[in-house]
């Protein structure tokens, strides 16, 4: 019983402060201050899946090949792993 009282008992500045709302409009408002300091735009394409990039490395940018192993790293660190080897294979028999 004890332990339900303390679940129960949320701190209302907490859920003030770190609201998902505030949030999200704190980083919208650094995003578009960045942007226009820098005068640089967000990107706002959709990446290409790592399966993709690999497939057919000459269809996509150096940029392209980073945000995707970046994202794959982020979400399968195992499956990244297999797929920086393959990639960084490919790319070097074409320097060859």
């Known amino acids: 019983m ?4 303390t679940t129960d ?10 609201s ?3 949030i999200n409009k704190i980083t919208n408002e650094v995003i578009s201050n960045i942007e226009s300091s820098l005068d640089i735009k967000r990107c706002s394409d959709s990446f ?3 399966d993709e990039i690999k497939n057919d490395l000459n269809s996509y940018s150096i940029q392209e090949i980073l945000n995707s192993g970046l994202i794959l790293q ?10 920086e080897k393959d990639v960084m294979n490919q790319l070097k028999s074409k320097l060859k």
């Open 74 to 83: 982020l979400k399968d660190p195992k499956t990244y792993i297999f797929w």
């Open 48 to 50: 290409a899946s790592s």
């Open 2 to 5: 004890e332990k339900q009282e």
């Open 20 to 22: 998902e709302e505030l």
């Open 9 to 18: 008992n949320k701190d209302p500045i907490f859920d003030l402060i770190c």
